[in-house]
């Protein structure tokens, strides 16, 4: 009997460690697995943050960017309207100064033909009686205070007309120097613009769960990653390109107008019957006669630098290769009037050394002429001409009055 009850208890102990361990066991697997999938799940969190963070930041570059093209938008627009302003100002100053200019000059033609002085003393001296010589003498006293009065509009116009070109040139350069950064910004835009898709795409997937639809998205985030390695891609070619036109514009500054008249005189003459057809086109209107110079020494002095205009225009080139152009003429539509306002003779006959100034209604175009067969058919050498801004013989011979609007060209002397 006690050996019967000696083994039960021994049976029911061993049942009970048995039991122990295995409910020990299932608590500890089980724990494991809970273990396992929170590691699981931080991971996955983790994973998820770290791709919500790409986002945001390449979403912050993106919104960063529009915001300063807006800017910059915004700022050319005003500066452009300012400058159309300013255009219309500095035109009609230059045909007041011009027109003062003649008045002035035909006077003082007269008094050197006719002795004004002289006679004005003989007019006096004849007088009948002291009543009508002090009334001649007021006459002439009217006529040179008349006389006083235009030189001062005329002096007040060039100050004023001088300072409106140095305000126009810095608007005009501002507005090409934010063109040239909405450019840059633009190829920089669309790199991140693909780089956003990617990371859009992975944080899609990270928070995915159903394995077909993960497995597009996968699909759909390579296919972007390969779009934003060509959109990298087509950036490194578009700065690679601008560092190749900045060295060529840079060498190009190194030529001189003897050099491109040299290389248009290698140039062969246009054909008999491309001559003909250029004849048919007729001369551009004369803006102002060539003759003889109005007043050579009223001509201001302008610096040789060609720094007040933006590298690679065509107004950068035309100052390049004519020092003598003025500083401040604004656009190249511009040039013929300003040039006008300080005492350069304007016409429409083309000359070698000359300026040609096209007024298309827009900005305008200059070039330096290096070679001339009739008013039809010139050579030039000019930068910025379809969008090559290097100095240079673009065109050979052609027709300047059917090219870029009405031409008239600037005289050197």
Known sequence: MKKKLFATILLSTVALSQGAVVAGVSADSTDDKIAAQDNKINSINQQQQSAQAQVDQIQGQVSEIKKQQENLQAENDRLNEESERLSAEIDELSKNIVARQESLANQARSAQTTGTATSYINAIVSSGSLTEAISRISAMNEIADANNKML??????????????????????????????????????????????VAQLNLAAEKSTAENE?????????????????????EAAYRAKQKEQQAAVKASANTTLQAQ??????????????????AAAQPAVQTQAAAAPVATTSRPTYSTSASSYPVGECTWGAKTLAPWA?????????????????????GSQPQVGAIACWNDGGYGHVAVVTAVQSTTSIQVSESNYNGIRSIGNYRG?????????TVTYIYPN
Do not use: H
């Open 152 to 197: 001062q509009e005329q002096k007040r116009d060039k100050e004023d007309i001088a300072q409106k070109q140095k305000e126009n040139n810095d608007a005009i350069n501002t507005v090409i120097a934010n063109k040239q950064q909405l450019e840059d910004d633009a190829q920089v835009l669309s790199t991140k613009e693909a780089e956003l898709k």
């Open 214 to 234: 993960k497995n597009a998205l996968l699909q759909q985030k390579a296919e972007a990653e390969k779009a934003a390695a060509a959109a990298a891609a087509a």
């Open 261 to 278: 008249v040299q290389a248009a005189a290698q140039t062969p003459a246009a054909t008999p019957a491309a001559a003909q057809t250029q």
């Open 397 to 405: 011979w052609f027709n300047p009055t059917t090219a870029q609007g």
């Open 326 to 346: 003025g500083d401040y003429w604004g656009n190249g539509g511009q040039w013929a009037a300003s040039a006008a306002a300080a005492g350069f003779r304007t």
